[in-house]
């Protein structure tokens, strides 16, 4: 357990916040540049600020405050200029370094005063990256986006997937150093949820959690796996310092304030052999519904799905002081440990964990990947077929996330080389 204090500091992520100092440390992803293609603003809550997230017409990106400076209207309904995002209102227009470099009234009937010059409007530094793109909050000298090494991997089709958590993003991150759910809640649970009794799934034997430059490392065994298994000798990754990284796909937890996440799922699809070259022209975005329509209940069919409910499960910011901790939460532990050692460091003025600030270092930064050699140097439509994990969704579908758009599906079964049935 967490005492109340402890809980707190560790949950709270507005301006000002310790918690919020430190996630400011990182570019967060906030949206994909494909959703630019048919909108040019998008509105953006992160880390307790109200945002607007442009693209002008010169194609410079630019996140800015949501309020207009002169009388407080929401640039979200603005509109982009050559350079730059006007104001609706009164017309004055600002560009991605926040500053004001039209004022249509005043410039022409009171140039004299240079009152542009005096306003300034809060900007963020955007950048795009693996089809997404990341924000960055934080103080100068600003660190580098990081390049995992699956943005520049070929041959693979990606799709880009939001969700809306109704929770506090540490609950969610929590998940991340979590091994032992996939038993239950994914295996288990889908098991009776498709009305089966069984058998119930192997069971875990073992766990082991070690620390690495960028995150956490989880290793499993269960019940017919050895020592010899990927995922006990490559293992998963916790990565620093919101997501959860699988091998074939990143999910970050992105804090949009105390009560609320945006869960961003990058999924890489690694196309099979037969259809190699394959080069993917968009890299699609959607966003998943999480509550069934009909029933108000959440949805449940999906491998996230079902952690979306566990999260918002445990309250919109879960009660650590009432927790119960056994030796599978060791992970969880140590993931604590760090982020309260981090606030420490960034209070002396140090960098916190896996910043990233040497452009040689960041050169498709590498990565614990259990399925290393099928995702990088490819199969055959057999041996994916044949493989465990990756092979399920040339048959059963985009296995995260419902809601997966017919367009996408297509997009990835002309990837694939298939059509499936529906
Ligand atoms: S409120 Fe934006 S220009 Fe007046
Ligand atoms: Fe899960």
Redesign the pocket.
């Known amino acids: 357990m967490l005492d109340q204090a402890n809980n707190q500091l560790l949950t709270q992520v507005g301006p000002g916040t310790p918690m919020g100092n430190l996630l400011r440390r990182y570019w967060m992803p906030v949206a994909a540049v494909s959703e630019f293609e048919g909108q040019s603003i998008k509105p953006v809550r992160l880390l307790g600020e109200d945002l607007t997230l442009y693209r002008d017409l010169g194609g410079t990106f630019g996140l800015i405050d949501r309020h207009c400076p002169h009388r407080r209207a929401d640039l979200t309904y603005g509109f982009v200029e050559q350079c730059g995002l006007r104001c609706s209102y009164h017309g004055w227009l600002f560009d991605e370094h926040g500053r004001c470099t039209e004022q249509p009234y005043e410039d022409l009937c009171w140039p004299q005063a240079d009152f542009k010059d005096k306003i300034r409007i809060a900007s963020y530094p955007v950048e795009a990256k693996g089809g997404l793109l990341w924000a960055y909050l934080g103080p100068e000298p600003v660190p580098l986006v990081p390049d995992w090494e699956p943005f520049s991997w070929t041959n693979g089709f990606v799709q880009i997937v939001f969700a809306d958590v109704a929770c506090n993003w540490f609950q969610c991150q929590e ?1 991340s150093i ?1 091994p032992l ?2 038993e239950w ?2 295996m288990n649970w889908s098991l009776r949820l498709e009305d089966r009794l069984g058998p119930y799934s192997p069971r875990h034997l073992k766990l082991a959690f070690d620390e690495f430059d960028y995150g956490f490392i989880y290793r499993r065994i269960r019940e017919g796996m050895s020592e010899e298994d990927l995922l006990w000798k490559v293992g998963r990754v916790c990565l620093w310092p919101n997501a ?1 990284f699988t091998g074939d796909h990143f999910e970050w937890r992105v804090p949009v304030d105390d009560d609320h996440t945006l869960s961003v799922t990058w999924a890489f699809s690694r196309v099979p052999r037969e259809q190699e070259p394959y080069v993917q022209q968009r890299i699609p975005a959607w966003h998943g519904p999480v509550r069934d329509e009909q029933s108000g209940r959440w949805i449940s069919s999906h ?2 799905n ?2 979306f409910i ?1 999260w918002v499960g445990q309250g919109t910011i879960a009660d650590r002081t009432q927790e119960h901790l056994g030796p599978s939460d060791r992970g969880i532990l140590m993931l604590r440990k760090r982020f309260l050692s981090d606030l420490e460091l960034i209070a002396r003025g140090e960098d916190p964990k896996a910043i990233i600030r040497d452009p040689e270092q960041n050169r498709s930064v590498r990565l614990p990947v259990a399925e290393r050699k099928i995702l990088t140097q490819g199969a055959t439509r057999q041996e994916l077929l044949r493989h465990p994990l990756l092979g399920k969704q040339l048959t059963n579908g985009f296995p995260f996330q419902a809601g997966q758009p017919d367009e996408v599906r297509r997009a990835y079964e002309d990837a694939m080389g298939i059509r499936r049935a529906r």
């Open positions: 998940n979590d759910h996939f809640m994914h959860l491998i996230m079902q952690d566990a």
